[in-house]
């Protein structure tokens, strides 16, 4: 009987185990398949595609435009910027410049003149709208000349955006007209064109050079420390010609001291790399 009741209760509790056994891990089953779902339910955010930028072409207008401007920039790279700015922006609107060539007789209004040749150069460089050059000489006069009968104010009747002014430093030197004078004459004329124009570029130059000369280089250096002293562009155009004392400048000036045919391509070639570039 004893080993009955034993055995009964073995039974039993096997039973319970295993009815236990089987009850959890239907749990854990159970439990287990919420969690997928769970899991599966969860909305998984895709990154944002960004659309990439289009690409736009240029038109044939702008790409024009654009060389253009580079050519400008490599043409008027020697000038001061505020005349590569005023060159640059008169060119691209298609407006033009009144250039004023003025200076005494080393400057001729003449065909073959520095003057006429610098005219064809620009007109090749630029076309021929751009600049209206006008050529202004006042012959052999002194600067006290010309200060006296104020003919220096003809340049403003021609509402020059540009002026080129060669003064005039030949007669003034034969004349012994004093430097002190002179350079006081010269700020005079610019000062008044300035009034009359705050716009306008003035553009200081020497006369040619003379040959053997014993005061005129002198003379020279004298306007050209005025020029930087004043911050006036100077345009040394000497750097092209022959030296003073060297008997080969005899070759690029006439009797009277005035540019010969050679003289007049040596000082127009200076200027057309200065307003070109080249």
């Known amino acids: 009987m004893k080993n009955l009741v ?4 073995v039974t039993v509790s096997a039973g319970v185990i295993i009815v236990g056994n089987i009850h959890w891990n239907q749990k854990i089953s159970a439990q287990a398949e919420q969690i997928v779902q769970r899991d599966t339910s969860v909305i998984v955010e895709q990154p944002e595609e960004i659309e990439p930028e289009p690409i736009i072409e240029k038109t044939t207008q702008q790409t024009e435009q654009e060389k253009k401007e580079q050519e400008l920039a ?5 000038l001061p910027p505020e005349l590569q700015k005023k060159i640059t922006e008169a060119s691209m609107d298609g407006k033009s410049l009144n250039l004023v060539i003025y200076g ?13 040749l610098l005219n ?3 007109i090749k460089t630029y076309g021929e709208k751009l600049f209206n050059l006008n050529i202004l000489s006042e012959g052999d006069k002194t600067t006290v000349e010309v200060i006296r009968t104020n003919s220096f104010e003809k340049v403003n009747d021609l509402k020059p955006d540009i002026i080129i002014f060669e003064p005039f430093m030949i007669s003034d030197n034969s004349r012994k007209i004093s430097m002190k004078n002179r350079i006081g004459y010269i700020q005079k004329i610019m000062d008044t064109w300035k009034k009359k124009n705050e716009q306008v570029t003035i553009l200081l130059q020497p006369s040619n050079p003379i040959y053997s000369a014993t005061y005129f280089p002198t003379q020279v250096e004298e306007i050209k420390s005025f020029a930087k002293k004043n911050n006036i562009t100077y345009i040394d155009h000497w750097e092209n ?3 003073e004392k060297n008997n080969k400048l005899k070759e690029y000036v006439t009797s009277k001291n005035l540019p010969n045919e050679n003289g007049n391509k ?11 570039g080249e």
């Open 6 to 9: 034993c055995g009964a209760i």
């Open 120 to 122: 064809q150069h620009l």
């Open 266 to 276: 040596t000082w127009a070639e200076y200027l057309r790399s200065y307003f070109t």
């Open 74 to 78: 490599a043409y008027t790279e020697n």
């Open 241 to 243: 010609w022959p030296d």
């Open 104 to 116: 005494s007789e080393s400057s001729s209004t003449e065909k073959g003149a520095w003057p006429d």
